[in-house]
């Protein structure tokens, strides 16, 4: 049940974001032969009944994100010089209050590397995360996506807006982001069909 492949931007590596098996699986790609061959170290497991579904990587190379669509989380890994991946960290996408049904989905961090963003289907927002200087994260906020179903979002190129696709509701919601702060404020909607 892989959900999504990655590049590693450090790296030559594939990574395959496995739902099902709760893992991710690394290959590498050989430039003589232009195909993808496993890794010794192919497997890293995520928290069972976690979901992993997407990942970002942070701009240093030292830290990678993935969430956990079925649990809520984010895990935070650190990546070693060799490439290699371990396990620091995990926190919950959700305010603590919130008990009703929910699936994490998508998931992107800025270019400088000091905000990381994730949406919540179910409580229906953008969790706001400031990246802490060991890659750890702290939830500054989260803001409602003023729709149902936040599948999908991201950061315009400049990084000044960040665009939601609400799909259930039909439609995408734009906001302002405050690159000092990370924070985001509501400027518009569109109607879209079934907008992913």
Request: charged share 25%; glycine share 8%.
């Amino acid at each position: 049940h892989a959900h999504s492949v990655w590049l590693q931007p450090t790296q030559n590596d594939v990574i395959e974001v496995d739902l099902g098996t709760n893992e991710l699986w690394f290959s590498k790609l050989n430039s003589e032969t232009n195909k993808i061959e496993p890794k010794s170290n192919e497997k890293l497991a995520i928290a069972k009944g976690a979901g992993p579904r997407h990942m970002a990587f942070h701009p240093s190379g030292k830290w990678a994100y993935v969430f956990g669509e079925l649990n809520n989380t984010i895990t935070v890994l650190a990546i070693n010089e060799a490439g290699e991946f371990k396990v620091e960290s995990t926190i919950s996408t959700l305010p603590e209050d919130f008990k009703e049904e929910n699936t994490g989905a998508d998931i992107h961090i800025s270019s400088d590397g000091k905000f990381l963003y994730a949406s919540n289907r179910g409580h229906n927002s953008i969790v706001i995360f400031k990246v802490k200087d060991d890659g750890n994260l702290e939830v500054i906020g989260h803001e409602s996506v003023r729709g149902e179903g936040p599948r999908n979002f991201s950061l315009s190129p400049d990084e000044k807006f960040l665009l939601v696709a609400n799909q259930y509701t039909n439609n995408i919601i734009s906001f302002k982001r405050d690159i000092n702060n990370g924070l985001l404020t509501y400027v518009d909607e569109i109607k879209a069909a079934t907008p992913v």
